[in-house]
C-alpha cells in the first residue's frame, strides 16, 4: 500500500489555510496584550479612586473650586462641605433605574456660609406611578456632608421636562439658574451630620464597592480568550492536516485493493 504523506500541503487551499492559521496568532496575541493592557488600566484606575474613597475627606471647596471641572485623579475624593441644604432649588434627577425600577436622585445645593454651593447627590428615590417625586426629609439649619467627588455630567438638552426636573447632573447647566456660585461637579452622599431618616432605599456607596471590579474581570477573561484562540488556529489547521492525510490514505488503500480484486 502506497502512502500519500502530505504533499497536499503544497496545494494552494492549504497554502492559504496555513496562512490564515498562522496569521491568527499574531493577531491574537495583539488582541490578548490589549485586553491586559486595558486591564492594567483598569486596576490603576480602581486603586486611585479607592484610595481616594478611603482618605480622610478634605473640604470640597480646596480641591473643586468654583466654576471649575473635577480632576481625573480626584474622581471619589472623599470630601466634606458644611453649610445649609437649598430646598428651593432642589432638583430631581430623571432616569435614574435601581434594581429594574425607574427612579430618581435627589440633588439638592449645600449653601456654604462663605456664599458658593455644592450640589449634593443625596441618593435615589422611586419614580411615582403618577404625579410628581415626594420630597425627601430634609434637614434644617447646619450641616455636614461627607461624600464622594463626582465630575460634572454631560449636557442632555430635554424639552418639556416637568419643573425641578433634569435629565443630567450637569453642574454648569444647573449652576447658571442658580442665585450663588457653585463649586465644579458635585458631591455624592454617603453621611451627613445630623443625621436624618434615610430617603428611600437611598444609594449610598460602599467605599470598598465604589470603583467596581466588573471591568477587571471582563478584561482578564477576555485576554485569556484571545491567548486560547491563538492556540485554536494552529492547533486546528495540524488537526484538519492529520484528518485529511487519513482520507487520503484511506483512499489510496482502496484503491490499491481495487486494483487486486
Known amino acids: 500500500m502506497s502512502r500519500t504523506g502530505y504533499r497536499f500541503l503544497l496545494t494552494p487551499r492549504w497554502i492559504a489555510l496555513a496562512l490564515v492559521a498562522a496569521l491568527t496568532v499574531p493577531g491574537c496575541l495583539f488582541l490578548a496584550g490589549w485586553q491586559f493592557g486595558r486591564l492594567h488600566d483598569a486596576e490603576q484606575q480602581n486603586s486611585l479612586v479607592q484610595d481616594n474613597a478611603e482618605a480622610a475627606p478634605v473640604p470640597f471647596g480646596e480641591i473643586s473650586p468654583v466654576g471649575s471641572g473635577v480632576r481625573a485623579e480626584d474622581e471619589y475624593r472623599a470630601v466634606t462641605v458644611t453649610g445649609r441644604y437649598d430646598v428651593e432649588h432642589q432638583l430631581y434627577v430623571r432616569n435614574r433605574p435601581r434594581n429594574g425600577q425607574q427612579g430618581f436622585h435627589v440633588l439638592t445645593p449645600v449653601v456654604t456660609a462663605a456664599g458658593p454651593a455644592v450640589l449634593v447627590?443625596?441618593?435615589?428615590?422611586?419614580?411615582?406611578?403618577?404625579?410628581?417625586?415626594?420630597?425627601?426629609?430634609?434637614?434644617?439649619?447646619?450641616?455636614?456632608?461627607?461624600?464622594?467627588?463626582?465630575?460634572?455630567?454631560?449636557?442632555?438638552?430635554?424639552?418639556?421636562l416637568p419643573e425641578a426636573q433634569v435629565l443630567r447632573i450637569d453642574t454648569a447647566g444647573i449652576a447658571a439658574a442658580l442665585p450663588y456660585p457653585v463649586h465644579g461637579g458635585y458631591l455624592q452622599l454617603a453621611t451627613q451630620k445630623p443625621p436624618v431618616p434615610i430617603i428611600a432605599n437611598r444609594y449610598s456607596p460602599d467605599p470598598g464597592e465604589l470603583p467596581g471590579t466588573s471591568s477587571e474581570l471582563l478584561h482578564r477573561s477576555y485576554g485569556w480568550q484571545w491567548y486560547v484562540f491563538a492556540m485554536i488556529g494552529p492547533i486546528g489547521f495540524v488537526l484538519l492536516a492529520r484528518r485529511e492525510a487519513a482520507d487520503l490514505r484511506a483512499d489510496s488503500a482502496r484503491q490499491e485493493r481495487g486494483q487486486h480484486v
Open 121 to 160: 447627590d443625596r441618593g435615589w428615590i422611586p419614580a411615582p406611578v403618577n404625579g410628581e417625586p415626594t420630597p425627601p426629609e430634609t434637614p434644617t439649619g447646619t450641616v455636614t456632608v461627607t461624600g464622594y467627588l463626582r465630575p460634572s455630567e454631560s449636557p442632555k438638552p430635554a424639552d418639556d
